[in-house]
């Protein structure tokens, strides 16, 4: 092959991935997304045996368009948001797919065995889904497991695996679609598959989980345990109104559109993220704030109402109490304090829970590990006045409520997409979601209806109903199956109203979580010691 139809090959296999990806793609599509690249590979590699024309770092080239392609044609709605952080996003992430490449590439070729070589792909791709999922860098939106979020009938069996279990069906059948059409044997020592038997493996592989997750999705019923819930979607422009209106302007809008659905004996009122942006509002000091008076009258209206609503809030440290890496410090003023993005929870008593969202957004709400390069905080957006990143919460608490036996995983905008992270609310005692956003940064693009798409995974995952408020998104209720009730249109003020079941039983995802990905990350070190230890005898042998 000449290097155009490489290249050319590699662009396809990044078209193939986007056309697979929701919320409209055909998800499908993702079971060959891989295969132009591993002929790719397989060319490479003939050719460097033969010693033509080729070197180690042949393969990252040749990878990185089908990656560059599609990280944009997925992602591309970044850009709206931030120009410099989607120009970074589309490059970086590009380029950690493009190295894991280049690891199978290398354990393939040191490999003591071809099954063991191609399996390399598998434990190297999900071990990179993890870590990307788990540092300061995080962007996993593109995790393969994410691909059939718009098919919940297809994948009820997440409930076993998670979205890592999606990743590991995707690669396994890439793999044996590559073997099917070079119509060559996949054999090991002692182990012959032939053409038919891999087609006939790769039939069951696919099909298999899909008739499960079928049966599962016809027979799941949920337990009777209703909360009445109103979802409000006050729609406030979060690039000019929401910080221009005044605090009673915005909460009058919220609670207008929450008294067209809303009756005496509704359970929660929920409000989308970053409702509230009254400035400064300490959290010492928020029961003397507008924002507090204005929602604790309200509340009284209602028998035994909690109203779930996103704020823009401050810690002030005491003198003498340790700093978090986070904290900041005043103009004017010998005192630190921290910035949060926060939920907070307010019943007819007064009384205020705060969650503050933990999972940041890389770039926007947090510089990566500035906790040990300080120096770069001074690129974080403006917030408060000040810059740097927000602060989090150490531990996964959920929003308790006895008098209802209910307890709420409070989950924010990017939170959303994280299985484990979920996880943790759910065994400590979450019954319910409520996912709090605000979508309307991205335009009307695929972003905010991929981002509704992955609460579906959450629902699967732990078998939890969610309600979800989005500001300038999309709202809804997602049931424990998966399926989306009511959702908003988009740039729309609206309330909707629905009850939804609670749920105190643990799945086994829930229990285990991440369980597949920590094998993959067992086995890649494996792996990476082999085949490092192979590269280094060779080159003595050599030498």
């Not at 076993?160 to 890439?174: Q, R």
């Not at 493996?201 to 799941?220: A, E, G, M, R, T």
């Not at 910080?243 to 067209?260: C, H, I, P």
Request: charge should be positive; include cysteine; hydrophobic fraction near 45%.
């Amino acid at each position: 092959m000449k290097r155009i139809h490489l290249i050319l090959l590699s662009v396809l296999s990044g078209l193939i991935m986007s056309a697979g990806w929701p919320a409209r793609g055909f998800p499908l599509f993702l079971f060959v997304g891989f295969v132009p690249l591993l002929f790719i590979e397989d060319h490479i590699s003939k050719q460097r045996t033969q010693q033509k024309q080729f070197n180690r770092f042949s393969i990252f080239f040749y990878s990185y368009p089908a990656f560059f392609t599609w990280n944009v044609l997925t992602t591309w709605w970044i850009y709206n948001s931030t120009a410099t952080g989607a120009i970074v996003a589309f490059i970086c992430n590009s380029l950690f797919m493009a190295v894991v490449f280049s690891l199978f590439h290398a354990t393939k070729r040191l490999s003591f065995s071809p099954v063991a070589g191609y399996l390399s792909l598998i434990v190297y791709w999900i071990t990179f889904e993890y870590i990307h999922q788990a540092w300061e860098l995080s962007w996993p939106w593109l995790n393969l497991g994410n691909g059939f979020a718009s098919q919940i009938q297809l994948i009820q069996w997440y409930e076993y695996t998670g979205i890592f279990g999606g990743s590991l069906w995707i690669l396994l059948a890439n793999i044996m679609v590559f073997f099917i059409l070079k119509k060559t044997s996949f054999f090991t020592k002692g182990i012959n598959i032939s053409f038919w038997a891999l087609l006939t493996f790769l039939v069951l592989w696919v099909i298999v989980p899909i008739l499960i997750s079928k049966n599962i999705y016809q027979d799941y019923q949920e337990t009777k345990d209703p909360v009445d819930i109103v979802v409000v979607q006050p729609n406030l422009d979060p690039y000019g109104e929401q910080y221009w209106l005044s605090t009673g302007e915005v909460m009058g809008r919220v609670f207008s559109l929450a008294d067209k659905n809303a009756e005496k004996s509704t359970d929660f009122i929920i409000c989308p993220e970053s409702t509230i942006q009254e400035r400064p509002l300490y959290e010492s000091e928020l029961v003397n704030s507008t924002s507090y008076n204005l929602l604790h009258d309200y509340i009284q209206k209602f028998n035994n109402l909690y109203v779930v609503i996103g704020a823009s809030t401050y810690k002030i440290f005491q003198e003498g109490e340790p700093l978090t890496h986070t904290a900041r410090k005043f103009h004017d003023a010998e005192k630190y304090y921290d910035a949060y993005n926060t939920a907070l929870m307010i019943d007819s008593a007064g009384k205020v829970n705060f969650y503050h969202k933990s999972r940041l957004t890389p770039g926007v709400e947090i510089m990566p590990y500035s906790k040990y390069l300080g120096f770069i905080e001074n690129v974080a957006i403006d917030l408060g006045g000040t810059v740097g990143s927000l602060g989090t919460d150490k531990n996964r608490t959920p929003f308790n409520i006895p008098s209802k036996s209910i307890k709420v995983a409070p989950l924010i905008c990017y939170e959303s997409i994280y299985g484990e992270y979920c996880t943790q609310f759910i065994r400590n005692g979450a019954n319910l979601i409520f996912i709090i956003t605000n979508d309307g940064w991205w335009g009307n693009t695929p972003g905010h209806r991929q981002h509704l798409t992955f609460s579906s995974l959450r629902a699967i995952e732990a078998r939890r109903s969610i309600a979800r408020s989005a500001n300038t998104g999309i709202s809804a209720f997602i049931d424990q199956r998966g399926v989306i009730h009511q959702a908003t249109e988009y740039w729309v003020q609206d309330a909707i109203r629905q009850s939804i079941n609670a749920n105190d039983t643990l799945t086994f995802y829930v229990k285990n979580g991440d369980y597949i990905a920590r094998i993959a990350s067992f086995l890649s070190a494996l792996l990476l010691l082999i085949t490092f230890s192979t590269a280094i005898i060779k080159r003595k042998k050599l030498s």
